[in-house]
């Protein structure tokens, strides 16, 4: 059995940061250089930030929130239903792309600062249960 991940730093504070795009560990420095590439190192505190694995789960979680906060309660008004699919489609899947885009980086930001709070680095692998199943 692997041993479980402990909270080693504020878990709210690190997480928050994280989802305004700010380093867990100050709150000042970037986090992201780029849309969604984490900096190598805070500018400000020089935290290690590349050692807080993202992977897919920020993907996956946006998915999670968009399908259900979004798509799931738009399927309950009929409009969507009997509307020509050549002018609802754009209409709902642009702005949904768009939506979906800007909580990514998000998500990203806060899962860092879960890692981050957690102490869970890249060299971890004792946590993904999934690889002691092969
Ligand atoms: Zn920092």
Same mark, same amino acid.
């Given at each position: ?12 504070? +690190? ?17 992201? *250089?780029?849309? @969604?590439? #984490? ?31 979004? #798509? ?8 969507? *239903? ?6 609802? @489609?754009?209409?709902? @899947? ?6 979906? @885009? ?8 806060? *899962?860092?600062?879960?890692?981050? +709070? ?17």
């Amino acid at each position: 059995m692997p041993a479980m991940a402990e909270i080693i730093h504020p878990l709210r504070r +690190s997480v928050f940061r994280g989802i305004t795009g700010h380093c867990p560990a100050c709150g000042q420095g970037k986090l992201f *250089w780029k849309y @969604l590439k #984490v900096n190598g190192r805070c500018e400000v505190c020089d935290t290690d930030l590349a050692r807080y694995p993202a992977d897919d789960g920020p993907a996956y979680l946006t998915i999670l929130l968009i399908g259900h906060l979004v #798509v799931a309660p738009m399927l309950f008004f009929s409009i969507v *239903w009997r509307s020509n699919p050549a002018y609802s @489609l754009p209409i709902i @899947l642009v702005p949904l792309a768009g939506l979906t @885009l800007a909580l990514l980086p998000r998500v990203k930001g806060g *899962w860092v600062g879960l890692m981050y +709070s957690l102490g869970v680095k890249d060299t971890d692998a004792h946590l993904h249960t999934a690889d002691a199943a092969d």
